[in-house]
């Protein structure tokens, strides 16, 4: 079961308070925080692939209830760089920290993943993207067979 990690004490309105998510409890209890800081909350498969894929964000949760706000991401090439190295800087300081973390070889190669996208836009070999992206990363990702991770997952 997927799940959403939402700030402790956050309002109703929970636009802003996402912290992060967890595909299953595999992941959420390697999350490298301490669970009962946190508001966790399941969500359907469904929710939780269009948050991961950056398609739609929580905005309100009420009496276990939650509302979305569905996102219509686009990227220009200088924008898609900077996503993939700030995502990359997220990644590496997890990297650095967690060597032995049981989630490391699968962020490590997450990591190449996007170092060889980057280096592909960077040096305009890309047969396979055009600009603008009307999708996400994540999203272009998982629609092109290859792994496909959020920021929000991120231990």
């Known amino acids: 079961m997927p799940y959403l990690i939402f700030s402790k004490n956050c309002p109703d309105e929970v636009g802003g308070y996402l912290y992060r998510i967890a595909e299953n409890e595999l992941t959420l209890n390697n999350m490298n925080i301490t669970l009962s800081d946190y508001k966790i909350t ?54 650095y920290n967690n060597k032995n973390h049981l989630l490391h070889d699968i962020w490590q190669n997450y990591d190449n993943q996007l170092e060889d996208l980057h280096k592909k836009i960077y040096l305009e070999n890309l047969e396979i993207i055009t600009f603008p992206l009307n999708t996400s990363l994540e999203k272009y990702f998982f629609d092109s067979g290859l792994p496909s991770l959020s920021t929000l997952q991120v231990p």
Do not use: M
């Open 42 to 95: 399941e969500v359907s498969e469904e929710n939780f692939n269009l948050i991961k894929f950056g398609l739609q964000v929580p905005i309100k949760f009420v009496n276990n209830s939650l509302t979305y706000k569905t996102l219509q991401p686009t990227f220009l090439k200088d924008d898609l760089e900077k996503y993939i190295i700030c995502f990359r800087k997220n990644i590496n300081a997890f990297l």
